[in-house]
């Protein structure tokens, strides 16, 4: 069983700045994908941004150009460094990861962790 732990989330005002954290019990080399997902009160899970395991990456359109997604394979962490952060962004995030360990394929995913953008 993969184990992810998010960190970094809280309250911050417009315009803001928050860097969320994932880290994984393994090493991230064998994750095919890793994904930030969020979800909003009475909203669907949405995806918001993806890496892929040739580093290849990918965002939701509400999201580009103020959200990076990353990881530091040394540190088995993906980070999602959010940028001018705007109330519609107020949901859990959560970490999700899909990969294979000695050909047992794995899907997890974290607790979670609330981030507010509030005045």
């Known amino acids: 069983q993969v184990q992810l732990v998010e960190s970094g989330g809280g309250l911050v005002q417009p315009g803001g700045s928050l860097r969320l954290s994932c880290a994984a019990s393994?090493?991230?080399?064998?994750?095919?994908?890793i994904g930030w997902y969020r979800q909003a009160p009475e909203k669907q899970r949405e995806l918001v941004a993806a890496?892929?395991?040739?580093?290849?990456?990918t965002y939701a359109d509400s999201v580009k150009g103020r959200f990076t997604i990353s990881r530091d394979n040394a540190k088995n962490t993906v980070y999602l460094q959010m940028n001018n952060l705007k109330s519609e962004d107020t949901a859990v995030y959560y970490c999700?990861?899909?990969?294979?360990?000695?050909?047992?394929?794995?899907?997890?995913w974290g607790q979670g962790t609330q981030v507010t953008v509030s005045s």
């Open positions: 890496i892929l395991r040739g580093g290849s990456t």
């Open positions: 999700n990861a899909e990969g294979r360990i000695l050909f047992t394929p794995y899907n997890s």
């Open positions: 393994v090493s991230i080399v064998s994750s095919n994908v």
